[in-house]
């Protein structure tokens, strides 16, 4: 591609020097060519290893100066890699074997974070042989979300928290499932997959009715978790499923919510969020969480809407396999 300056004429971004172009050539150039080699030294100077179980007490470290709360447990067999900068550990990127995604924990860095984290998951995605790559990053640290992006990362899921707050809320017929709301809540499980099929969302993964039993057999009985059901008369219209969260103390989280498409939009999801709410807080939770997926037009406005702030993004990028010209 063309640099903007060759052609005479300087780009500025808004609001920055007039000296700063955004063409990273004409940059270099205009700054000096000493810092641009005191950069490329820096990056030299990091080195990227595969991870060692001797590393896990440095990694808990550097993971503590950005975690809020007890630090949770880094696995001393962790595959990864670690970045080793002036002699100690500056970052790490752990990817457990049979997971798709790199949860908050398993990944950190220090000093110049944007350039650990692009050497880290260049040594990352060598290896990884999966067709789309998963991180999550806390919203709040903007460095590493812009850095991710810049890797070609998009948000495709969100998690937020809320109080446990009362919800007002119109009486509706809501009750705590029971067995023999199993087969309606299959057909509601598989109209929302359904729904998360459709554009925006897009999702290819379809749930079979056998995976959606499981997932409804496993909601009913799980301990420390409860089953919503919105009925009129004989019908089960709606449904919103609750358990503990899996890493957040304290800390209930809804997991699957539908109601049927003809009657969304007059309350039934809102009355179902309320007893939801209401439970939690009886049941001794102190605060309620939910995951969904940033594209969806219902559930980002509903959530959002009740007071779920985002505060960990899943950000995703998608591999496309080579594409093989046709053999003339
Ligand atoms: C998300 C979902 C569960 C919400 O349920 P719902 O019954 O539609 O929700 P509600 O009716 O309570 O609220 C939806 C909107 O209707 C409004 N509303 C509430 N009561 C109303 C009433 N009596 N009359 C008209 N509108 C009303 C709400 O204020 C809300 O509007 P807002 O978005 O401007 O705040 C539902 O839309 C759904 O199943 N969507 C598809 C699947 C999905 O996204 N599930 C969540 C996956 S994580």
Redesign the pocket.
């Known amino acids: 591609m063309k640099c903007p300056q060759q052609d005479g004429i300087r780009k500025t971004l808004p609001g920055s020097p007039a000296s700063l172009s955004v063409c990273g050539v004409a940059e270099d150039r205009a700054l000096g060519h000493g810092r641009h080699a005191r950069k490329l030294g820096a990056v030299r100077a990091i080195e990227i290893r595969g991870f060692e179980a001797a590393m896990v007490g440095d990694a808990a470290a550097l993971l503590a100066e950005s975690w809020v709360g007890p630090v949770p447990a880094l696995p001393a067999d962790g595959k990864g890699f670690a970045a080793i900068g002036g002699g100690r550990l500056v970052g790490y990127l752990l990817s457990p074997e049979g997971s798709a995604r790199i949860r908050l924990h398993e990944h950190a860095a220090r000093g110049d974070r944007r350039e650990v984290y692009r050497r880290l998951y260049a040594a990352h995605s060598l290896g990884a042989a999966a067709e789309s790559h998963q991180i999550d990053m806390l919203v709040s640290d903007t460095v590493a979300v812009q850095t991710w992006f810049e890797l070609g990362f998009g948000v495709d899921q969100i998690k937020g928290v809320r109080s446990l707050d009362t919800i007002d809320v119109?009486r509706f017929d809501i009750r705590r499932a029971d067995p023999t709301d199993v087969e309606p809540l299959i057909r509601l499980m598989i109209e929302?997959n359904e729904?998360?099929a459709r554009a925006p969302m897009s999702n290819p993964d379809a749930l079979s009715e056998e995976e959606a039993r499981r997932l409804v057999v496993d909601d009913v009985a799980r301990d420390g978790g409860a089953v919503w059901v919105a009925v009129d008369g004989p019908w089960l219209v709606?449904f919103?499923t609750s358990h503990a969260d899996g890493t957040l103390p304290r800390v209930a989280t809804?997991g699957?919510?539908?109601?049927?498409?003809a009657?969304?939009?007059?309350?039934?999801?809102?009355?179902?969020?309320a007893r939801t709410v209401d439970w939690a807080r009886e049941t001794g939770y102190e605060r309620c969480a939910?995951?969904?997926?940033s594209q969806?037009p219902?559930?980002d406005?509903?959530?959002r809407?009740?007071g779920f702030e985002p505060y960990r993004y899943t950000l995703r990028r998608v591999i496309q396999s080579r594409r093989v010209p046709p053999r003339v």
């Open positions: 119109q929302l729904f998360h709606g919103m809804i699957a919510a539908m109601v049927e498409e009657r969304q939009g007059q309350g039934l999801g809102t009355a179902l969020l939910v995951g969904w997926t969806s219902t559930s406005r509903f959530w809407g009740h």
